[in-house]
């Protein structure tokens, strides 16, 4: 069974929309975050969370907005969403903030921008 | 900043033949980063394969290896024998601690398709 969960698999949205991509694990761990990969690029880190507490942001866009509602889940809030937006939202956990080196991924969500 | 480049967005390997899957790294720091593959099987997510924290080192799991090389900034990875259940993408990817950063830096990825 998977222990990272990111509901739903796959989002079509129009430009202008907002969605709320879902994320909970069930390993325990402290840290969170959120990656995204676009086409043919490289998967890139979005923020990372301790103790529900946000720990780094390398997004630019406060269209971009992580919420923790407890421990164990990262919910990503995109707000007027653009195409460029399409891509695959990772989430992952580790037991640590400290040990981020080694990462457990969720199946993603494949998220589509019309 | 630091990066991370693999230059095969696809690779097809038939089975029982060997595999190499290029992956270059550049570190801004004085350091020496760690270095990572991870893989994604059809319908799951990233999952830890190998690391290797000491330049010069070899690491290994599940008939994989890549050994960290700091003169070429590479970490190539090799199999000598796939099989059809290798086939997944494979995530080069380094973190350099001594910047500062505890992140984890990706590579595009490589889709490895193992033929019968």
């Known amino acids: 069974d998977p222990k990272i969960i990111q509901k739903p698999k796959y989002l079509v949205a129009v430009t202008g929309s907002e969605k709320i991509l879902i994320c909970e694990q069930y390993l325990g761990h402290n840290a969170m975050y959120w990656y995204r990969q676009s086409a043919k690029k490289p998967l890139e880190f979005m923020f990372s969370y301790s103790y529900q507490k946000l720990m780094d942001n390398q997004t630019a866009s406060s269209r971009f907005q992580p919420q923790s509602s407890k421990k164990n889940h990262l919910d990503l809030q995109i707000t007027a969403l653009k195409p460029d937006d399409s891509a695959t939202y990772f989430c992952?956990?580790?037991?640590?903030?400290?040990?981020?080196?080694?990462?457990?991924f969720g199946a993603g969500t494949r998220l589509s921008v019309l | 900043g630091d990066s991370v480049t693999q230059t095969e967005g696809q690779v097809t390997v038939s089975e029982s033949k060997s595999l190499i899957i290029n992956c270059t790294y550049s570190?801004?720091?004085?350091?020496?980063?760690?270095l990572f593959w991870y893989v994604r099987y059809p319908g799951e997510g990233l999952q830890l394969l190998l690391k290797?924290?000491?330049?010069?080192q070899k690491g290994s799991s599940r008939g994989f290896e890549a050994t960290y090389n700091k003169e070429a900034t590479s970490f190539h990875l090799q199999k000598a024998s796939v099989q059809e259940s290798d086939s997944a993408v494979y995530y080069c990817?380094?973190?350099?601690?001594?910047?500062?950063?505890?992140?984890?830096?990706f590579g595009s990825g490589t889709q490895l398709t193992v033929m019968p």
């Open positions: 290797v924290i000491t330049a010069g």
């Open positions: 570190a801004t720091s004085i350091g020496y980063p760690n």
């Open positions: 990817a380094l973190s350099d601690t001594s910047s500062g950063s505890w992140q984890l830096i």
């Open positions: 992952a956990s580790s037991p640590h903030w400290v040990s981020q080196n080694t990462l457990y």
